[in-house]
């Protein structure tokens, strides 16, 4: 079956601008996560959903950061007033649910704040 | 604070070698230990997972070990080949160490398999 979806697969924009990236997760996958992927590092979680809502966000750097879930299958990721900092590759996984630890990962969305 | 290193530095093995891999950590108690593989432009794949409780999983040409007292993990490809070619990540249940619900990741070990 098909795996986990990320589009845009590149974005480029400005500094200040607004962003929204989105992931659709393998199809009956209750677990969404979100990561973070600078250049040379491991990917650093930022949220995690159980369904529709927001189980754990800990790992968002400060509010610009914002992620929705509405009907519990298709996630975004919304940035507001990009800055250079946030330029990396974004990662969405899906997991069956939760206590399933096996992360199907996207390819990732790469993002370019100039 | 929590901490997982990988060695970050490429490792260069050659062909039908047996290359080793090594994940250590401090301050956690993870109930298990993932290990990704990642290659360029792509996002990590999962191979293996090895619970506190298993020393050693096997899976075809993969083995890791897990020593819990020692607090590392060795990840080993035997008779590699260049397809093996690689970064490879460890990966750590956050809440083992206080933290998040998503996966602690160290930040891989670059393998090149040599012709």
């Known amino acids: 079956g098909a795996g986990v979806s990320q589009t845009p697969s590149n974005k480029v924009t400005e500094k200040g601008k607004y962003v929204e990236l989105r992931c659709d997760p393998i199809?009956?996958?209750?677990?969404l996560y979100w990561y973070r992927q600078s250049l040379g590092q491991g990917p650093e979680f930022l949220i995690y959903?159980?369904?529709?809502?927001?189980?754990?966000d800990s790992g968002l750097p400060n509010d610009r950061f914002f992620a929705v879930r509405p009907e519990g299958s298709v996630s975004t990721l919304k940035i507001q007033r990009t800055e250079r900092g946030d330029s990396a590759v974004y990662l969405c996984?899906?997991?069956?649910?939760?206590?399933?630890?096996?992360?199907?990962f996207g390819p990732g969305t790469r993002l370019l704040v100039l | 604070s929590q901490k997982i290193e990988q060695n970050s530095e490429a490792l260069n093995i050659q062909e039908g070698k047996t290359a080793t891999l090594t994940c250590n950590y401090t301050?956690?108690?993870?109930?298990?230990l993932q290990w990704y593989r990642q290659d360029p432009g792509r996002g990590p794949v999962f191979l293996l997972l090895?619970?506190?409780?298993?020393k050693e999983k096997r899976k075809e040409r993969l083995k890791v070990t897990f020593d819990t007292t020692l607090k590392q993990s060795l990840f080993h490809i035997t008779a590699s080949q260049p397809a093996d070619s690689a970064t490879y990540l460890c990966?750590?249940?956050?809440?083992?160490?206080?933290?998040?619900?998503?996966?602690?990741f160290g930040k891989g070990t670059h393998l090149i398999i040599q012709p």
């Open positions: 199809s009956g996958h209750t677990a």
């Open positions: 996984a899906s997991s069956l649910g939760a206590g399933e630890e096996t992360q199907y």
């Open positions: 301050n956690y108690s993870p109930a298990y």
């Open positions: 959903f159980q369904g529709t809502g927001a189980a754990d």
């Open positions: 990966a750590l249940d956050g809440r083992a160490g206080g933290g998040a619900d998503g996966l602690t």
């Open positions: 090895i619970r506190e409780n298993e």
